[in-house]
């Protein structure tokens, strides 16, 4: 039986997450660590901190903090014309962030609009169809 068929198992006959993190212990198997964890995570930084975010927590107040950090970086990045070169032309992000109106980054940003657009149209179109193609 391989691992995996264990654990499904095993955690077929736990009362819950806890028995059965125990009964793969006695067995010798540790229980996959699950993508994202319930509830707040342990943090270096607290919540309310966009390094908290970065680390993977979604919550209200770290998504907040982020939010306020990006708008930051963007405020600096606007006033630093040399941010534009650091980040690269012919980009749609660079024109959004860095405010960059070059030739390459207008096109780049006409280009990523449209395609954004268009993506919007298509799932318009799904939804009322009821996602039948
Ligand atoms: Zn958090
Ligand atoms: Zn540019």
Redesign the pocket.
Same mark, same amino acid.
């Given at each position: 039986m391989s691992a995996r068929k264990v654990v499904l198992v095993v955690a077929d006959h736990a009362r819950d997450a806890a028995e059965c993190r125990q009964f793969l212990a006695m067995l010798g198997l540790a229980l996959p660590t699950p993508k994202r964890k319930p509830g707040r995570p342990p943090v270096d930084h607290g919540h309310g901190d966009h390094r908290t975010y970065q680390k993977g927590c979604r919550c209200d107040d770290c998504r907040e903090a982020l939010r306020q950090y990006h708008a930051e970086l963007r405020a600096k990045w606007r006033q630093d014309p040399s941010s534009?070169?650091r980040a690269g #032309?012919?980009?749609s992000t %660079?024109?959004r962030n #860095?405010a960059?109106?070059? %030739?390459?980054?207008?096109e780049a940003n006409r280009v990523a609009t449209n395609e954004y657009r268009a993506r919007r149209r298509q799932r318009a179109a799904l939804a009322e169809t009821g996602g039948a193609s």
């Open positions: 534009a070169d #032309h012919g980009k %660079t024109y #860095h960059c109106r070059c %030739t390459k980054c207008t």
